[in-house]
């Protein structure tokens, strides 16, 4: 098998996650493994690998996978995602805690690096995908953990209390995963503002040639602290400049961090049509 270019780690604490390996049925043995459970392939540059934590709190598996199989690698953790609001809809998100608080894992202040491309990739995936479902699909805000020191992000789905997760969601987010390429077209940017689904970076994204890496939304921005803000920029791999939300979300303290992308300044891409 070719190099892993990502992993994806299947909680079995998560129903989806579970419901996802079931999905994926039997796969061979890669003959490698990790506190005794086989990597087992998915694709040609991809694996699966069981966990028994719950996500959010496996900090630092990546410390178990050994250097030459970490090289390069992302991980990929799909879930359910809660939320007081009930959302319903598929989602990606960098991991990580944007303040000095960790209510949901990993560790104050700190970010894990973050994987544009393929994490814009996934949510291409998941977007045109849903559209035949009447899903819609989103980015979210970087926001929890587990730490990290391995590229990584969280897909999801947003039953709305729907339990389990409809099986035709299961079924798009296992389907997504198979064969995930990153277009290396995309510019890369950290998103500053708007709330905590992103509508606007989800759309920039989803339209046009750009790949997001940690995103901010508004109501954290004031309690950033400035190492975490220049974390969040050498944690997003070949990133470019911020792109805000809107002009009121360019703080100073931002502003000093790195240079500004107008959404102008960005190419069309085949455009997606975005379910409501």
């Not at 544009?116 to 849903?130: F, I, S, V, Y």
Request: charge should be negative; glycine fraction near 10%.
């Amino acid at each position: 098998m070719a190099k892993l270019g990502y992993l994806v780690v299947l909680s079995e604490a998560d129903p989806v996650a579970r419901a996802v390996e079931s999905r994926l049925g039997p796969r061979p043995s890669l003959g490698m493994a990790i506190d005794g459970v086989a990597l087992r392939e998915l694709g040609a540059h991809a694996a699966t690998l069981r966990r028994g934590p719950l996500h959010i709190h496996d900090d630092e598996l990546d410390q178990r996978i050994l250097p030459e199989t970490r090289s390069g690698l992302t991980l990929i953790f799909p879930s359910i995602h809660e939320s007081a609001a009930g959302q319903r809809a598929l989602t990606v998100h960098p991991i990580g805690n944007p303040t000095q608080t960790a209510e949901v894992g990993g560790r104050p202040g700190s970010l894990v690096p973050s994987s544009p491309r393929l994490m814009a990739a996934m949510l291409r995936r998941l977007a045109e995908g849903g559209l035949r479902l009447g899903w819609s699909a989103t980015y979210e805000a970087t926001h929890h953990g587990p730490f990290l020191t391995t590229p990584a992000f969280f897909a999801e789905i947003g039953a709305g209390g729907i339990d389990p997760a409809p099986a035709e969601t299961v079924e798009l987010l296992a389907e997504s995963l198979r064969d995930l390429a990153e277009d290396p077209s995309d510019r890369v940017a950290v998103g500053v503002g708007g709330g905590h689904y992103a509508p606007h970076f989800t759309g920039l994204a989803l339209e046009r040639r750009v790949a997001f890496g940690h995103l901010f939304s508004r109501h954290v921005l004031e309690d950033v602290e400035r190492p975490t803000i220049r974390s969040a920029l050498e944690e997003t791999a070949g990133v470019e400049g911020i792109v805000y939300a809107r002009a009121a979300d360019a703080q100073p303290k931002w502003l000093e961090a790195a240079s500004r992308i107008r959404d102008s300044e960005l190419k069309p891409r085949t455009t997606v049509t975005r379910s409501s």
